[in-house]
């Protein structure tokens, strides 16, 4: 619970009035109590926008989160239930909390009278009530007819009017108006014990009543209305809430709003959550509408605020420029201003800032900067608040996160650790370190975190501390045992080694998955490579940028010499030349061991080989088993085909009646092959012609189950099962990363390459699952945007060729979908979107089977599976509040939401 300040009784029970006085127009207002029900165990203070029932420019949203946030309005589950009616109870223990005497509830209450009964939680509220003379005993404590309690009745309007009145004192004034009869049409209406306080009330100007000149004293108020006009009774006091303050803007950014308070400048953070409104508009306002020096209320503490209203938009500052001359004892500052000399006395709360608007000390303040001076203007005394250089000369360290660095201008940008941003310029005289290296500053990368010292406005050294993701350049030389390691030349020809991380991502112009023995390195050839280093200083990824060797595809061998290991080989003009192999030359052959004795056998005049050499020096040697590459010629009358490689080299090949393979397909023969068909074209055993083609095709599945031992894989594609092998497929996840078999799960989506029905690569496909929050359907470029489990939200721009679908494929339209749906949006094997609208289904929680990773429901019929797989990803919540699957209980009444079968959503009710 949020404490309060009390004042003194009889002030009160008048700001209670007062808060009465806002209640009167009842056309439109609110308020939020806690579930009269189960109060006693649910009941908690919420805040920041957690009503799950309050949308976003909803007319009562800003009183609803401003009450919510000073305590004064409790929730239940999240919930605020706007046109729910208020309790006569309810309205009592808000006007109690409002007028901040809750800290007079006594535990030992009397009994209260026996026909004004409460819920037991309420019970003191209504005492109290009953001795600050705001419920009248002898009124209140009569029979009634009502099958409900006394604290369990609806508030009607003119119940709330006689509470109103009387909290104003002005009881005299309504009985001498009891018989006079109101202006309004529905006069008669009124209970006549009421009359006189209505009129009290219009005489006050407290009310004008409904449309249609009418009052309707029946009408219950709801919960929307009663909060609202609590919110705007607010002008009527001066009771002041432990949790809220009133000060100027004097610092602010997207995470920390600064407030000069009572002589003091105080911080607050700011986050997604905090909600900014106007003291002259209901509508919501954005953070960057805040503007510096202006006054606002903030309702919150230094970790969270709740709340930000600007209750002044004009600035309170008055700002003197000068240059700096210097600090006197005292804490004295001398400003020289238009040929004159200021004296301005600060103090320990004045702030001095740099130009970033980083705090300085005074100290470091520098003879001939310009400064800018900010003082209250609400004393005569007129002191200094914050006082920040404008220009001059800076020196100074600090600590901070690298937010953007630009190193064709030499200029970097810093988040300091108080949260601050500072931009700098640096010059070729800045050292950069990381864990005792000399790092250059190309090699630096947003969200580093650093110790850094500005020397004369220059970023004069940066220590890397806490490193992330950089890259370095140079030429491979060795690839250490047991591929562990890496070794480099820098340009300045200096050696670095490098661990090699678990699964180092690979990329090599012409190889489609390369693997660490296909790198060529070399004490002078080896491949300029361009290595990425994650924050533990380990190879992650390897990007091959270019090869120094000379490269000859599907040479011809003349003779190979076993003793002397020199090969002679013709390239594809009849010309001659001879490479020697030694231990370092990297064969390829049909062999997973492979030697150069093993691959003398091969080496058989006429046979064709892949080959690339630095001089003389064979670097790698591969014996041609097929060729893969893009058709871009056939000639049917000689029987040849034309391969452009992914290297651009092309190749010409003899075929007679090849085997053509086409996956999904028994029935494939040459006419599927097309000039632009991609294809593996497998040579025959003499290598001079085709003796199968491969076409390469691309398929989306759904994974359904996998071994992984036999790196089988067991999938659904358009309603039907088949199996496959991928233990010689390569295997990345939807960023591309590579993985292995083991980091597959069931209900992934995965697209694979084959070449004929040989899985060649599989790729997991990024699905985005979360809620519907808004639908563009009628521009000429629709849209729809999906709120993902992790709270980010995405705009997914749509086409005519848009697949719309539900959970067991059949077509739907962008009109079937809603806001709030929960959906899955991928793309398919063509890359086109497909939106999957998700299964839904309410059932009764029985209990978690943690082996098996599966819900288990109460069952409602014969029919129901019982239990469901439960997605090691699932969003478990009630509300905006994230639940552990161990937190649900028998019976509880949840909401599942289905993604293949798998459940990927639980929403506790």
Known sequence: MVSRRSNSLSHSKKIASAVMVGMMAFGSGTAVFADTATVATTQTVTTGGLFSDVKSGYWAEKHIYKLASQGILLGNNGLFRPNDSVTQQEAVAMAIRFAGLEDRISKNTEALPDKMQANNYFKPYVALALQQNLLNKATENVASTSKESWGERKATREWITEVLIRALGKEGEATAKANKATSFEDNNKISNNKRGFVNAALELGLTTGLDGNKFDPQGNVTRAQLAAFFSRAEAFTDVKYNNSVEGIVTGLSSSKLDLYVNGSIQSYNLDNSTMYFTSTSENKINSTDLKLYTKVMVIG????????????????????????????????????????????????NTSF??????????????????????????????????????SGVVNKSGTGTLQNIDAAAKALVIKTANGDVESYTWDDSLIVKYQNQLLSPSELKNGAVINYAVKNNKIATIEVTVGVERTIRGSLYEVGLNNSTITYKRDNGQLEVKFLAEKPELTINGIAAPVLSDLIADQTGGDQVEITLNPEDKVTKIQVLNRQMEQKKGATVVQYEPKT????????????????????????????????????????????????????????????????????YIDMNYKKLTLVGTDGQSITLPFSNPVVQVYGRNNASFADIKVGSEIAAVLNTTQDGIQSIQLKANAQFELLELNYNTSRLTVKKDGYTSQFYVDKASLTDDNGRMISVQDLRPGQLLNVTFYGSTPFTVQVVKQTVGEVTSIDSGSAAP???VKNYGGSAETFKLDVNTKVINESGSLLSLGNVATGNRVAVSKDADGVYVVKVLNTTAQSFWKYDSYAKEIYVKRQNVSDSGHYPLSPAAYIHQGDTTLTVQSLKENDNIVLYLNNGTIVEIQKQ
Do not use: C
């Open 301 to 348: 503490t230094p970790s969270r605020t709740a709340y930000v209203e600007v209750t002044d938009a004009k600035e309170q500052f008055e700002s003197v420029e000068g240059t700096f001359q210097k600090l006197s004892p005292g804490n004295i500052l001398w400003l020289e201003t238009n040929n004159t000399f200021q004296q301005f006395n600060y103090d320990a």
């Open 353 to 390: 800032l740099d130009q970033n608007g980083a705090k300085i000390e005074p100290n470091a303040l520098v003879v001939g900067s310009k400064l800018q001076i900010h003082q209250e203007t609400a004393s005569s005394d007129k002191k200094p608040v914050i006082i920040q250089v404008k």
């Open 565 to 632: 290991r020199l090969l002679t080989l013709l390239d594809a003009n009849k010309r001659p030349y001879v490479v020697s192999l030694d231990e370092k030359t990297k064969l390829m052959y049909n062999s997973t061991n492979p030697t150069l004795g093993g691959v003398e056998g091969f080496l058989t005049a006429g046979r064709k080989v892949n080959i690339t050499y630095l001089s003389n020096r064979a670097l790698s040697l591969e014996v041609v088993f097929q060729y893969e590459g893009k058709v871009s």
């Open 783 to 785: 849209s729809i945007t």
